[in-house]
């Protein structure tokens, strides 16, 4: 099992950066798959972005990928998300999340992640 932290939210305003950090301990960190997830209200959680166990491959969803980044660094167990130009439908709670180790790629249903952290709130204002 892994656990997970995340932090780095907070309110921002539309256009602006935020850098998420999850920070993992337990099981070898490079042995997991990562992704971020987010969810605002009313809605489901849906994928954002997800790294490879050596982070050389990585996926986002398509409203994000010239705005956000996701990269990981093994030696320091933390995986992070760095989110640029920021816009108010990006507010909601991100989620990161550890794949089992049988699974080493980039994976974007929520469902194959086996361990998740409690969440970072980010509000994006007008």
């Known amino acids: 099992q892994v656990q997970l932290v995340e932090s780095g939210g907070g309110l921002v305003q539309s256009g602006g950066s935020l850098r998420l950090s999850c920070a993992a301990s337990g099981r070898t960190f490079s042995n997991n798959a990562m992704g971020w997830f987010r969810q605002a209200p009313g809605k489901e959680r849906e994928f954002v972005a997800a790294i490879n166990r050596i982070g050389d491959s990585k996926k986002y969803e398509a409203s994000v990928k010239d705005r956000f980044t996701i990269s990981r660094d093994n030696a320091k167990n933390i995986v992070y998300l760095q989110m640029n130009n920021l816009k108010p439908e990006d507010t909601a709670v991100y989620y990161c999340?550890?794949?089992?180790?049988?699974?080493?790629?980039?994976?974007?249903?929520?469902?194959?992640?086996?361990?998740w952290g409690q969440g970072t709130q980010v509000t994006v204002s007008s």
């Open positions: 999340a550890a794949a089992p180790p049988q699974y080493p790629y980039t994976y974007t249903l929520p469902g194959l992640y086996s361990d």
